[in-house]
């Protein structure tokens, strides 16, 4: 069955970066929509940003200036994370929907198990 994995979490300073990745764990044919979540415990989770498969993009205000979402043509992503607060702190989703897994085979949305960035001196 095909997931999503997850890379790039952890530690880093206020007013540091990371980069979040995530790819499906083996090849699929197409996936329109790929984006970005987070949860804080105790909270919903929370969009965060999305590419499709035309180029549009889209943050949360909260990011806007300081996150850029980027997607190759294998189907992955990435989010590259800057100016960092202790606000960003949190268990960060990666998201894939409309997913063709061949060109008959089709999920609604698939998601990653969830890495953690922890914004914090």
């Known amino acids: 069955q095909v997931r999503l994995i997850e890379s790039g979490g952890g530690w880093v300073q206020p007013g540091g970066s990371l980069t979040l990745s995530c790819a499906p764990s083996e090849s699929v044919y197409r996936i329109d929509v790929m984006g970005w979540y987070r949860q804080v415990p105790g909270k919903e989770r929370e969009w965060v940003a999305t590419v499709s498969r035309n180029g549009r993009i889209d943050y949360i205000d909260a990011v806007k200036g300081r996150f850029t979402i980027s997607r190759d043509n294998k189907n992955s992503v990435s989010l590259q994370m800057n100016f960092l607060t202790p606000e960003d702190t949190a268990t960060y989703f990666c998201?894939?929907?409309?997913?063709?897994?061949?060109?008959?085979?089709?999920?609604?949305?698939?998601w990653g198990q969830g890495i953690l960035v922890n914004v914090s001196s």
């Open positions: 998201s894939a929907k409309r997913v063709s897994i061949t060109q008959t085979y089709r999920k609604l949305e698939l």
